[in-house]
């Protein structure tokens, strides 16, 4: 009997005469983590790793935000840690998934709710405007600009996919790719933690995926108090945080590190 399937984990066999819906088995391969609001043990076999945003127009000093005034120190705190956990997870067989925006450039794939965020009054630069010197739009599919940050160079293997909203599972094969994936447990990591990343990891939660979101591998420009209220709602109400060191450490990569923040 031959396979098919586009998946190593998804795939069936069939023959002229008969077809075998049994998947390829997966042993489990589990590994045990401190975490908020309890200790998590997960499934390596079956998680995915979603990186969300990390692109020039957010982390780049010469990126969009930086060119409106906003202080992109902060999003540039998750570069380290995920540059540090990618290879670590991509080595244990675990998927790397890249969610970033990414507008059309007739910006047709954008409604007027979601211009309006970042041009309020219809005068500055907003998604999929022009910034100065620059031939493509703000987050244009494509362009510089919607790029991933050098430092985060993707891997062959990396899965890409675009949005256009705050959240990566509206109008995206995000969801279809995780479940041909056969994947239920989800990392979180990216910016901004209280927009896109939290917005997604909500999703997913109500899609019934495991979500764990790492605290150093995530951030956001918004005020302080906006971390400490996603923290907060991801252990009440959509899953855990835990640190990608402590993962990293859990995984013999290195020392017993930092526990979540209370």
């Not at 795939?11 to 088995?25: E, F, G, I, K, T």
């Not at 080595?91 to 990414?102: A, E, K, L, S, T």
């Not at 100065?132 to 899965?159: C, R």
Request: charged share 20%; net charge negative; with cysteine.
């Amino acid at each position: 009997m031959k396979q098919i399937g586009s998946s190593s984990a998804n795939r069936w066999r069939v023959s002229r005469d008969a077809v075998s819906l049994l998947r390829p088995p997966r042993p489990a391969r589990p590994v045990t983590i401190d975490a908020l609001p309890q200790q998590v043990t997960l499934d390596l076999a079956r998680t995915a790793m979603i990186v969300i945003d990390m692109q020039n127009d957010f982390c780049h000093p010469d990126g969009w935000l930086a060119s409106i005034g906003v202080d992109i120190a902060p999003a540039r705190t998750p570069i380290a840690p995920l540059a540090a956990i990618l290879p670590v997870l991509r080595g244990r067989d675990v998927p790397v998934i890249w969610v970033n925006w990414g507008n059309r450039p007739d910006r047709l794939n954008l409604s007027p709710s979601l211009l309006h965020v970042y041009d309020p009054d219809g005068e500055g630069v907003g998604l999929g405007g022009r910034l100065p010197g620059q031939g493509d739009g703000v987050l244009e599919l494509g362009s510089w600009n919607a790029a991933i940050v050098d430092e985060l160079a993707p891997e062959t293997g990396d899965i890409h996919v675009a949005k256009y909203r705050m959240s990566g599972f509206w109008d995206t094969p995000l969801d279809a790719i995780l479940r041909n994936l056969r994947v239920d447990t989800l990392l979180f990591g990216g910016v901004n933690l209280d927009q896109c990343v939290m917005t997604t990891l909500q999703d997913a939660g109500c899609l019934g995926y495991d979500c764990i979101l790492l605290e150093d591998c995530a951030a956001t420009t918004s005020p302080g108090f906006c971390t400490d209220a996603t923290l907060y709602n991801v252990r009440q109400c959509f899953g855990f945080t835990a640190v990608g060191g402590v993962l990293r450490a859990a995984l013999g990569e290195i020392p017993e590190t930092t526990a979540p923040s209370p």
